[in-house]
């Protein structure tokens, strides 16, 4: 029987799980949720798999790597002659070491991580979605005929250190972000504060006025050459 995440009204979709306990690898159900406050910055899409009732207190802690599969010789081991399997997928991960480590995906490199190295924690979900992330892409139902291909990919993102160098990205990413904010303090106030999306969606409030009157100092240059105020 397929397990469900969430059993209100919100539209479900089939992911396929690698357990944390290292039991069966199988399909469960997920729920899509509108993003909201808190479910962290790996998704900046307006709708997002809900992972919490799995990944708990650390759903915000979650990443996730892009990979596609087809019938291309040039996609080496990422090649698949079932049509089923072609598309683009998320594998969603973490290394919170609020979860234990993940006995399945353990069974997949067959050896246990040596001290120092990160490894996947808690449940790893694979979701399948049609279209480029973030440009109108569709969740769609994941086949349980991925495993394999998954495992693959799982082991190889293993021994690429993969999760060490994501890591390394993000904290000099986190750093960059830092020095902008300080530079651009106007920008990112308006940005954090919701005054640019109230702004564009004609939602404004008296508070945003100061916010949004700030940036009207700011310009923008083009690829041309030539320049243009940030608020157009």
């Known amino acids: 029987m397929m397990e469900v995440g969430n059993s209100n009204n919100a539209i479900q979709r089939n992911a396929l799980i690698f357990p944390a306990d290292g039991t069966t690898v199988r399909l469960v159900s997920y729920s899509i949720k509108q993003k909201s406050k808190g479910d962290g910055s790996v998704d900046f899409y307006d709708y997002l798999p809900d992972l919490r009732p799995w990944l708990e207190t650390a759903f915000p802690e979650r990443d996730f790597a892009k990979f596609h599969v087809d019938n291309s010789p040039s996609m080496e081991w990422l090649q698949s002659g079932n049509p089923d399997t072609w598309g683009n997928y998320c594998l969603y991960y973490t290394t919170s070491s609020k979860l234990p480590v993940n006995q399945a995906c353990k069974d997949v490199i067959k050896s246990d991580p040596p001290t120092g190295r990160l490894f996947f924690r808690g449940d790893v979900f694979l979701v399948k979605h049609k279209g480029n992330l973030g440009l109108g892409h569709e969740y769609i139902d994941t086949p349980q005929t991925m495993r394999d291909i998954t495992a693959k990919f799982i082991k190889h993102m293993y021994e690429n250190e993969s999760l060490e160098k994501k890591l390394e990205s993000d904290r000099v990413y986190e750093r960059e972000w830092a ?5 651009y303090p106007d920008i990112y106030s308006a940005i954090e504060t919701g005054a640019i999306e109230r702004l564009r969606t004609r939602q404004m409030k008296e508070d945003d006025l100061p916010r949004i009157v700030a940036l009207e100092r700011y310009s923008v ?11 157009g």
Not at 179 to 183: N, P, Q, V
């Open 179 to 183: 020095k902008h904010k300080l530079r």
């Open 221 to 231: 240059i083009l690829p041309d050459g030539s320049s243009k105020h940030l608020l």
